[in-house]
């Protein structure tokens, strides 16, 4: 199942170096003498997963721990329970999040990371491809906001060089100031980095932006945030205004949009990530997927993190892209299982702008890929991935089995 183009009955893929360097049916690839030759079986093979969304340091905290009521009531339950964390603890859950995100499939995911030390001292480590958005807020810091950048840009940067896949994630308009979101969109511009930041996510925050008022508006005023940018725009429109919305930001969430906030997006050629599993817990109102792609806008789907979710037989349902496509799946059954596919793997890597590099089984992309038992017809291998529990079969990131396959059988070439 390469995405982007038809399953190929038989298919096989050649790999060298850890990237595709073959794919078609399996008797027409070429091989050198000294190549393994492995046969997979009756499975489907398809790109590794892309979580576009996340928060692995939150992986295994329970939606149930928190109230949902309301989005306000949830963060502030959220944001005491943060504190009584520690380093070691945060480190705990993002391993959890990690082995999650691994046996369900994702060989990609785009971290939003508040402990920056993470992602200098585990990213390296890890076997998956994660994009480390480093999350800053700015309420009622006394930093100042150059300050709050440099020290972002720091950890950004190793020895000389840039983490290749670093990002910035202002965390989201009310949680941070109008001159943080600003600096934020003038430095992804002057150095070509990409933007993660949640937007009009819950009705709180549309009302607060729009209306000066609601729940949202008076827990911030109460905490002394400085409300002048409210009452004036939607929160997509004041992202315009902050110069933040361009092709190289992932607008996260956007379930409460106006019209002319999806033409603005559109124009800006941004990027929507809507996480269904969490959308689905706040009980929030339909996401405008139709309305979207008609303006042509790339949208992707992410887990965002255990937080925000339902438990199911006591158990949290966990980091899972099989999940969170089955979700959407049932509240959009107009769409297509290739389209939802193509949500979670090309979609994803051009909003992190790794087209043709992860997200497809192509030649030149990197050799990241599932293994899925499967003995159906392959017309119907799209329906029948969207309404998988999760686990694979195996999994290999960048030519190198991280999860083996179970019953390969493996033929030196003569
Ligand atoms: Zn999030």
């Known amino acids: 199942?390469?995405?982007?183009?038809?399953?190929?009955?038989?298919?096989?893929?050649?790999?060298?170096?850890?990237?595709?360097?073959?794919?078609g049916e399996w008797n027409s690839l070429t091989a050198d003498f000294g190549d393994v030759v492995v046969d997979l079986g009756e499975v489907v093979l398809l790109p590794g997963l892309i979580n576009s969304h996340c928060h692995l340091e939150y992986s295994g905290w329970s939606g149930n721990k928190f109230p949902r009521k309301s989005f306000p009531e949830w963060a502030k339950a959220v944001i005491a329970f943060k504190k009584t964390r520690n380093d070691d603890q945060y480190t705990d859950s993002v391993s959890i999040g990690i082995q999650m995100l691994l046996k369900t499939g994702v060989t990609s995911v785009a971290d939003t990371v508040s402990c920056g030390q993470l992602i200098s001292d585990y990213y390296s480590q890890c076997p998956l491809n994660v994009f480390g958005f480093l999350e800053m807020t700015h309420v009622l810091d006394r930093k100042s906001p150059e300050l709050v950048i440099d020290e972002a840009l720091c950890l950004g940067q190793s020895g000389d060089h840039w983490l290749e896949d670093f990002g910035l994630s202002p965390h989201a308009l009310y949680s941070t100031s109008s001159e943080l979101i600003r600096?934020?969109?003038?430095?992804?511009?002057?150095?070509?980095?990409?933007?993660?930041?949640?937007?009009?996510?819950?009705?709180?925050?549309?009302?607060?932006?729009?209306?000066?008022?609601?729940?949202?508006?008076?827990?911030?005023?109460?905490?002394?945030?400085?409300?002048?940018?409210?009452?004036?725009?939607?929160?997509?429109?004041?992202?315009?205004?902050?110069?933040?919305?361009?092709?190289?930001?992932?607008?996260?969430?956007?379930?409460?949009?106006e019209d002319t906030d999806i033409q603005r997006i559109s124009d800006a050629k941004a990027h929507v990530v809507h996480c269904p599993q969490s959308w689905h817990f706040f009980g929030y109102q339909n996401f405008s997927?139709?309305?979207?792609?008609?303006?042509?806008?790339?949208?992707?789907?992410?887990?965002?993190?255990?937080?925000?979710?339902?438990?199911?037989?006591?158990?949290?349902?966990?980091?899972?892209?099989?999940?969170?496509?089955?979700?959407?799946?049932?509240?959009?059954?107009?769409?297509?299982?290739?389209?939802?596919?193509?949500?979670?793997?090309m979609n994803g890597a051009k909003a992190l702008g790794r087209e043709g590099q992860i997200g497809e089984l192509s030649t030149?992309?990197?050799?990241?890929?599932i293994v899925i038992p499967y003995q159906g017809r392959s017309d119907s291998v799209g329906?029948?991935?969207?309404?998988?529990?999760?686990?694979?079969g195996a999994s290999m990131i960048r030519g190198e089995w991280v999860i083996p396959p179970d019953n390969q059988t493996a033929i030196s070439n003569k």
């Not at 949202?216 to 005023?221: E, G, S, V, Y």
């Not at 139709?290 to 992410?302: F, M, Q, R, S, Y």
């Not at 329906?383 to 999760?390: K, V």
Request: proline share 4%; net charge negative.
């Open 183 to 257: 600096l934020s969109a003038k430095t992804s511009i002057e150095s070509a980095l990409r933007l993660s930041v949640h937007i009009s996510e819950s009705p709180e925050e549309y009302s607060m932006f729009r209306h000066s008022r609601g729940e949202m508006f008076d827990w911030l005023a109460s905490i002394g945030r400085d409300m002048s940018d409210c009452g004036f725009e939607t929160p997509v429109g004041l992202l315009d205004k902050s110069g933040a919305l361009t092709d190289q930001t992932m607008v996260v969430h956007a379930n409460y949009l």
């Open 1 to 23: 199942m390469p995405i982007g183009r038809l399953p190929i009955e038989n298919g096989g893929l050649r790999i060298v170096d850890g990237r595709i360097v073959e794919i």
């Open 383 to 392: 329906e029948f991935l969207i309404h998988h529990s999760g686990r694979v």
């Open 289 to 345: 997927h139709e309305k979207l792609t008609a303006k042509e806008i790339n949208v992707c789907l992410g887990t965002d993190s255990t937080a925000s979710m339902d438990l199911s037989d006591g158990e949290p349902s966990g980091l899972n892209m099989f999940a969170e496509m089955n979700c959407f799946c049932r509240h959009h059954p107009e769409v297509s299982p290739e389209e939802i596919l193509r949500m979670t793997t």
């Open 364 to 369: 030149g992309a990197h050799a990241d890929l």
